[in-house]
């Protein structure tokens, strides 16, 4: 029986490393449970990889020495060695079970196995019934390594097999987890190459990591700018967010630390660029590409939102390009935890939702407002409420809420702005009781074929001309760089505030 996992699968990684964990409390009972765990973590331990739903499948029983496959209900994990903290993709591997005892994959990946033997799973698995040609390499799926560990060894990435009943991609029904960033690394753990954005609290350099030699994305925020300008619970809330989402359409967060001035924030390097370079270049996006961004867009928002997080500042500036073309949400200082109504005004002006300027309070809906302004700007080049350089004009437009539509905008587009782009919230959609729904199933997407693209199958309308190898800028605008070095050579009056970094 062959054995095929959803790739999305690949993010709950840590979390089912928990759930493995309490299996061993019911089978073993808490003491042997916690002496097991410790050995694993000592030992760079195994992880359950994915799981499926199999009628009488097994997992790798790690508790032996010999690892026999032990039937326990219908939940089958797939083990592989990882690092401490982050997954590492490599080449995809279809696994039967019977191809895996005939390869002694069981045996391979016991616990106090040597890393050396996974190195012959490829060998072991040579026929080409068993090996699928890798899709493309995931420059967010790397653990960026430290000088005492060994050279990261790949993972098995694994697909599902989509026959008989379904599972939704777009169901976000996750168990939440907490992604360990805290103090993971320093500046010498990076050489700092160039800067590649630069914002009102914070400046953004491409590095390269010493250790695995792979390209990275470090936000450097001054703490006496954010404490000057009162963004301490936003710096704080940003590092918060981040560390407990993972999503194909959003930034990933690798680490964070600080020094006496500074704190740093290791992320993702989409060499891409900014949809705002792309859109200013084009001047405006003909109708199917401004869908599939704003598709995209849809799918990284909803996840959020499934996770009770309102992201509060959409706009072309914070949607990043991969290599592939694929977006990647960026910028969460302005995201809020909360399942309640917020009265914080902040975010971009000619963004905001009428009952953000109103300070009425708002929540989640204001994610679809701007939305609504994003697709509008993607198809005109310009957006709905701009008057000048004067935000005074721009927050009365948005109060008046009076669109002018140019005619070249196709009418099922004009529909779905006019139901996204209302001050109404009875009827902005999103904010229905259709939810996300509403907005996925409107005429204008239908189209869309929402699991392909969240599984990222479907081609990105723009291929970008990366050079090879890794750590391209030819994409981000050239800015000039800091003349003060970061450092830590003085007394920290602000650590108090950044405890979390």
Known sequence: MTVLVDQQKLVEAEELWHTWVETFRIKLGEDSAKVLEEQFRQAH?????????????????????????????????????????????SNEIVISNQDATKSGLLGLFGPFGANSAYKNVGA??????DIVEAQKES???????????????????????????????????????????????????????????????????????????????????KKQNIVKLKQVEHACEERRILSKIKHPFLITLWGTFSDSKNLYMVTDYAEGGELFSLLRKSHRFPDPVAKFYAAEVILAIAY???????????????????????????????????????????GTPDYLAPEIVASKGHSHSVDWWALGVLIFEMLCGFTPFWDGDSHIRTYTNILRCKVKYPPHIHPNARDLLQSLITPDLTRRLGNLTGGV????????????????????????????????????????DKYPEEAELYSD???DEYSHLFEDF
């Open 45 to 89: 331990p195994l992880r359950p990889l994915s799981t499926v739903t199999l009628e009488g499948a097994v997992f790798f029983d790690t508790t032996t020495s010999v690892n026999q496959p032990v039937a326990l209900g219908n939940t089958t994990f797939v083990t592989a060695p990882s690092s401490d903290d982050e997954l590492e993709h």
């Open 124 to 129: 072991a698995l040579q026929p080409s019934t």
């Open 139 to 221: 420059e967010d799926s790397q653990e960026l390594g430290t000088p005492s560990s060994p050279s990261p060894i790949n993972f098995i990435r694994l697909q599902k097999e989509y026959s008989g009943s379904k599972t939704s991609a777009l169901q976000y029904d996750q168990p939440s987890f907490q992604r360990i960033t805290t103090g993971k690394y320093s500046l010498n753990d990076f050489e700092i190459l160039r800067t590649v954005g630069t914002g009102t609290f914070a400046r953004v350099h491409l590095i390269k990591s010493i250790h695995n030699k792979r390209f990275y994305a470090l936000k450097v925020l």
């Open 304 to 346: 959020l939102h499934s996770r009770h997080i309102v992201y509060r500042d959409i706009k072309p500036e914070n949607i990043l390009l991969d290599r592939y073309g694929h977006i990647k949400l960026c910028d969460f200082g302005f995201a809020k935890e909360t399942e309640d109504c917020i009265w914080t005004l902040c």
């Open 437 to 476: 729904r509403d907005i996925q199933e409107h005429a204008w997407f239908q189209e869309v074929t929402w699991e392909r693209l969240q599984n990222r199958d479907i081609e990105a309308p723009y291929i970008l001309p990366i050079k090879p190898g890794g750590g391209d800028t030819s994409q981000y």
């Open 489 to 491: 050579m003085e007394p």
